[in-house]
């Protein structure tokens, strides 16, 4: 699996790609969200990374997260800049603070990760129900035999804080 | 840096025009908009024998323009880059003078980034393979720079309260200066209400928040004190400079927070230091405006207003030509066109030498009316300090202080 079309894009994780390629694999065999943690320090870290951010130790495992979380921010994407997104517009991107290691270890760091808001299926999510605040869990989009593209979805539990969207 | 204060300027600028379709190289670009900065200076080709330029792999090495024009370099580095690499280049020429590898150094950034290589990412940049760290954004949609600041400035109005509105005041501004600009691309002045009723590109950016995908190539010329004593313009002498400075984990900035600060909150010290100046003491600011949103998050970052309190500042008149400290008085990426930063540079030194190329009748000799309705005069009086915030991207920046 050198490479897998996704929306006119091609995405490239070669044989020695030592930071995606196990993420993204793991992703598809197990449908669990699986983030690189220390084995030094214990913390964990996404983008999948070599080095620990923290202490610098170079080993690490794989640790399950519960892939739930909440949305910290976002942006609607109304003019699509690759073509493959045109049909999909207005798409919302969502930066995902996950429930694990929140403000861990300074109040303002905290496992996030970029994703689309969609819907169970897929498709993108409404416009009008994206929102900071909003709660959501990890659904794995298989796209090949290793690869899968976790995303998010909204789910019915109690807001984080205070709920604001954009005014219209 | 404590020591080189002052003892480096700026001696010489030049660009093309600024259109959106060049129907030329950019090596033809980057030659005219070096000859030009030379011209400016007084400064032969056997005068300048450093050279740097930045890209992104859109744009000609410095060894293919010097030969055009005769140069002999002792110098030359170009290097991978986009917004925030005027200052810091600026700042590596003065190390290189500094350190005696050359002595005139000339930096240009010369694209074709509408008629070619769209700077906004559609075209070529979007069909370009994904890997390493792009996976974490451009799969999801996130590839221009408008989607990948977006939450930034997002989440800014979440926690600051920060409005559409007070933000569009920033487009309001430059396209007020840029209505005495006759090089810029967009001279028509715009309201609040114009920009917020444009079009969404990206929420929360409508298409009136984006600057203008440009064709054009700058230049700038940096020497010592010394050397620029008998060229031919008022020097605009360098007091602080920062380059490239980062927030944490800049592989993926989101992953520390706030997320809505910018890289401006490390840089400043750095530069301000440097200068022995206050926010206070500044004339005229120079702040990269690929956004609205990011001339906003820089002025606050660099202490013009207090955190959270830029939408307040853009929207105050404070930064409009009459106001107390103008800001991007060309008109600069939003509507004189977007040069990834260097021609915001070009101004403030145009600003302090009192000769900025306005609709006056004798602006070349410095002769201005300070009438600042359309068509007119966009020289700010007694300019003696001016600040450039240089910006890549939200945890990604660079600043400069001159004086004259």
């Known amino acids: 699996m050198p490479s897998v079309e996704y929306r006119g894009m091609n995405l490239v994780i070669p044989e020695n790609d030592s930071e995606w390629r196990e993420h993204f694999k793991l992703a598809r065999e197990q449908h669990k969200l699986m983030l690189r943690a220390c084995t030094s320090c214990r913390l964990m870290r996404y983008p999948p990374s070599h080095g620990c951010p923290w202490c610098m130790s170079l080993e690490w495992e794989w640790k399950e997260v519960s892939g739930k979380g909440h949305i910290y921010s976002y942006e609607v994407v109304h003019h699509a800049i690759q073509p493959g997104f045109k049909e999909w517009t207005p798409y919302a991107v969502v930066l995902i603070e996950l429930d694990e290691q929140r403000g861990t270890p300074t109040p303002d760091e905290a496992l996030r990760i970029i994703g689309n808001l969609v819907t169970p299926d897929f498709k993108a999510e409404a416009e009008s129900k994206v929102a900071i605040g909003k709660r959501v869990r990890v659904v794995f989009h298989d796209l090949a035999p290793d690869f899968a593209l976790p995303q998010f979805t909204l789910i019915d539990e109690p807001p984080v804080g205070r709920v604001w969207s954009l005014p219209a | ?404």
């Open chain 2, 1 to 404: 840096m404590a020591g080189l204060k002052d003892r480096y300027c700026i001696v010489g600028v030049g660009e093309t025009e600024y259109s959106k379709r060049s129907n030329r190289s950019t090596r033809a670009m980057a030659v005219e908009a070096i000859k030009k900065a030379m011209a400016d200076a007084g400064l032969k080709a056997a005068d300048v024998d450093g050279m740097m330029s930045y890209q992104g792999g859109d744009s000609t090495p410095a060894n293919w323009v010097s030969g055009d024009l005769g140069l002999r370099l002792n110098f030359y580095m170009d290097v991978f880059g986009g917004g925030s690499s005027t200052e810091a280049l600026i700042g590596l020429a003065m190390g290189a003078i500094e350190a005696g590898m050359c002595k005139t150094v000339a930096l240009f950034r010369s694209m074709n980034g509408y008629s070619d290589f769209r700077i906004g990412g559609t075209g070529a940049r979007a069909a370009q393979p994904v890997r390493g760290l792009d996976l974490a954004q451009v799969p999801f949609g996130m590839r221009s720079a408008g989607q990948n600041f977006a939450p930034t400035f997002m989440r800014h109005m979440y926690e600051y309260g920060t409005t559409s509105e007070q933000v569009a005041a920033v487009r309001v501004a430059h396209s007020k200066h840029a209505s005495q600009n006759p090089k810029a691309l967009l001279k028509e002045r715009v309201s609040v209400p114009d920009v917020i009723s444009s079009r969404w590109i990206c929420k929360p950016l409508h298409l009136l928040d984006c600057c203008v995908e440009t064709d054009n190539a700058t230049c700038v010329i940096v020497t010592s004190a010394e050397r620029a004593r008998d060229l031919r313009q008022k020097p605009a002498y360098v007091m602080g400079v920062a380059g490239r400075v980062n927030k944490p984990r800049t592989d993926f900035h989101w992953a520390t927070g706030p997320i809505s600060r910018v890289a401006g909150y490390y840089a400043k010290d750095i530069v301000f230091g440097q200068a022995g100046i206050t926010p206070e003491d500044v004339d005229i600011t120079g702040s990269y405006d690929a956004f609205t949103f990011t001339t906003m998050l820089q002025l606050e970052e660099y202490g013009f207003c207090k955190k959270g309190e830029g939408g307040a500042y853009v929207s105050s008149g404070i930064i409009e030509l009459g106001g107390k400290r103008p800001n991007n008085t060309s008109g600069s990426h939003l509507c004189e066109g977007y040069t990834h930063g260097m021609s915001m540079v070009i101004e403030n030194v145009r600003q302090l030498r009192g000769r900025v190329d306005d609709y006056c009748p004798g602006a070349a000799e410095g002769k201005h009316s300070y009438d600042y309705s359309p068509g007119k005069c966009r020289q700010v009086k007694d300019a003696k300090i001016t600040m450039n915030l240089g910006w890549a991207m939200p945890p990604t920046g660079s600043a400069l202080i001159m004086h004259n």
